[in-house]
């Protein structure tokens, strides 16, 4: 491990509220959860924060919960909860397919939803699924309690709206109609980090979501309008590849990137219709 | 047999799997320091300056002028310094060393290197510089392309691969007794022995090496440790306390050796039935910034490049060039993967030029029993190129698959390869590797300088020599790898260990066996004290090479496989998934089967990385994807079942007739798999074949 931990503090709340209070006065206190996003910095020496308030026992952060035919799910929810639970199975099988295709066992069973969400990684494998869901981030400070639709809730890369003494408690999802799809295209077939994942619903109003092909993870809304206006998966697959803007790294290049996202959805369209 | 070809417990695993084993990184002694490096941060230049704040007491730091001997790492050529004195020929080589007792003050210290870069080379093709070049003829090329009916030509790259063992390279260095004494994760002490007498200017009984448990090697522990054991042994020897450097993942894979990426060229001609009449091939390999052992890698390389054909007509041109990249090095296979990779490839684009079936392009010019290989070796009976073929086959049931597969977007692919076992031509009489069997009250004891790292080697030597001595296996016991008490009986590399110094401990089970009579080993003790046999290698007679003409026999004799890839290819994402791998071998005889299998299983494993998901990317010279994380091998769910089918045809000279069996798996899944996508319509020249490579692949070709 290349940091030096000495120096770190870990603050243990014993609610909610009281994980509030500490990022208000005691900041800059960094909220952690499973840990697995931060663990990755504290062993490659590129963690900046010192103090962490550490939420791993608050349970209230952990429910799934049925809301006005939607769902709402604690922020702590781990990808393990979100794939054994009967309503998010029944009502968001999305969710539960990409909860399954996130690293290994060890790792679902240890990284939350809300880790997920905040890491604000372009390859998060949630974040397809919520902004397809048109999921609302619900965010509580001290002073209150606000919800952010997803649309709204990345700024750029690696960066959103939530502010420093801001904690994410749930994710909110209105009812989804529409058949579900998702499909994950990582480096390889388990702990792997995505190269083109989508996650989609086919409904009169159809809505595409992609990861990793571009600064943050994006809704496409004039595919999703073409496809809405009776256009051909041909037309639409060609919308598509123009729409997004994907890059060559080191995982991936972005002529493949474009052209797998252009076969996703015509993958999509076929198997849902 | 009683012991031989059993599945005996292994010796050291109950530890392992108890978890009493203890690797370096569990080992902490009074007083220890822990080393770390400082390294350049560029790839060419000189170094100006080096600037530090250590933000505290109780620092040791070295740099090149606190080198007592000779600033090199001694193997083959002395060019690479322990320690930079101003020229830097690569991105993270070593600068500085600092140590402190407290890891976190040792992470908090600031080291900054001031530069001035230079005008690097990254490409081997640019390079101005070869380390060595080889040429190997047989017959006359030109005089072979006049009877061609059809000549294919072909450039095949194969790319920069990590080993990844589990255990990264580590060591513990303390002073002792007036000199050094290391404990390191290691494959080759004697090695590391005489580096650091070159290093330290010492005696060779002031410098002691020992190995600690080691959890893996693949080579990465070949020829590394000599550097690392110098660093930690320069900081030891300052502090006057024990020092202890491990590298933790991105270290391992940004600083330390890898395979040699390759570029390999073929031009072959074929007669109408089949028959190749001139192969003319070029090797051309990544060699770093350093000489290291690619000298020998390159000979390796091309010896193997012709593939386990005869052919009248054979010449074979390798160059090894210099590179601003980590110097590249020993690599399971050692340059062998590299070129039959590019081989098998051009087999079957031969195969599909003729219209012909790839089988039968093989079945016509196997080699076979009194054939002769590109350097004019003779085959013997223990030449089993159409066996494995034929094995593989009728297993895998591959014409009835490459036939219904066809144009569905699944694939069947099969490589024939053949690995040789030893030290290339002369190496092993320049060796002289000794052995030694000491007697105990119980049994006896082995006495050898090999190391044991996962594959098996304590277990293989002590059935050897139990069966020898017709005892029981438990009355064998292994000694503790310490130069101190056993003796050089050379590095554990080469799929050597089992045939070579097996055959050495043999001969000397045979001596002892002889010694004792009819006595036990505690009546012996007791009347003629104590017993210990050591034995040299013994050059059989009728294997001889000529170093200055490169012709003779290469190897004591080859190991052979057949591979075959089942796969398919998604359509919309151009991932090849593996659906099944059967890997043929013949090996002379499993003197563990369960082990040898392990030896085939995890060879596959690993050349399945090598062909599909492998590549260190370097960017200005430096790894950019130096992590687990994007550093891409294979998990489990990427890795099919494999089935391994053990062929034995005895090598005269080996023990009980084993061959070597470590390097041999590696060999031939990249080209099996690189066929299997050309049957499931693409055309691959490059590994690793990514989906990126294969969708250019399949785009292109449409
Ligand atoms: C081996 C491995 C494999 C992985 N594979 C995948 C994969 O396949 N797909 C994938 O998407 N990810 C993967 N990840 C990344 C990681 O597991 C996920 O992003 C996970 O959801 C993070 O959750 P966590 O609870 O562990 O977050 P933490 O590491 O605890 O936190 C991550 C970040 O979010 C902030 N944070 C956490 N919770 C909150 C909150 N409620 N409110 C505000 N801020 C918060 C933290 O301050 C931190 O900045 C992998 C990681 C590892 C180590």
Redesign the interface.
Known sequence: ??????GLELLEPRSVNEALRMMRDRGPATPLAGATDLY?HL???TLKPRRFVNRWALDELRRIASKRDGLSIGALATFTDCLRSPLVRRRLPMLAAAAREVG?VQIQNRGTLGGNVANASPAGDALPVLAAAEALVVLRSTEGERRVPFSAFYTGYRSTVMRADELIVALEIPPVAGKQWFRK?G???????SKVVIAAVRDARPRIALGSVGPTVVRVPRTEEALASGASIEQARRILEAEIKPIDD????A??RR??AG??L??FWKETS | MRVVGRKVERKEGRAKVTGAARYVDDLRMPGMLIGRTVRAPIACGELVGIKTELGGPGFTTVDFCDIPGKNVVSLIAEDQPCLVEREIRHAEEPVFLIAHES??AL??ARVSLECRPGVPVFDPLASPRSFKDILIEKGDVAKGFAEAALIVEGEYRAGLQEHVSIEPNGVIAWPENGGIAVLGSLQCPYYVHRALMTLLALPPEKVRVCQAETGGGFGGKEEYPSMLAGHAALLALKSKRPVKIVY?R?EEMAATTKRHPAIVRHRTGVAKDGRLVAQDIEVILDGGAYVTLSPVVLSRACIHAAGPYRCANVRIRGRAMFTNTVPNGAFRGFGAPQTQFAGEAHMDRIAEALGEDPVKLRETNALRPGDTTATGQRMHDDCSALEVLREAVKRTRFPEKRWKWKGTGRGIGLALFYHGAGFTGSGEVKLASKAALELTERGARILTGTTEMGQGQRTTHAQIVAEELGWPYEAIEVAEVDTARVPDSGPTVASRTCMIVGGILQACAKELKAKLGRLTPRAYLKRNGPLVVTKSYEHPGDVAWNDETYRGDAYGTFAWGCEVAELNVD?????ARLTKFTAVVEIGKAIHPVLAAGQVEGGAAQGIGYAL?EEA?LRDGRM??A????Y?I??T??TPTIETVILERPYRHGPFGAKGVGELPVDGAAPAIVNALRHAGADIRRIPAT??RI?EAL?ASR
Request: aromatic residues 4%.
């Open positions: 491990m290349r940091s030096a931990v000495a990755v062993n490659s020496g290994g295209v480096t390889r077939l388990a702990q792997a980090i080191i995982r991936s290049t002529a493949y052209r797998v076969n996703l015509a993958c | 890891r976190e992470l908090e933790d991105e359509p919309d994402t151009y991932e998901l990317i950019a994807n992590s687990m994380t994007n891409i294979p998990t769910v990427d989906p990126e969708m785009c």
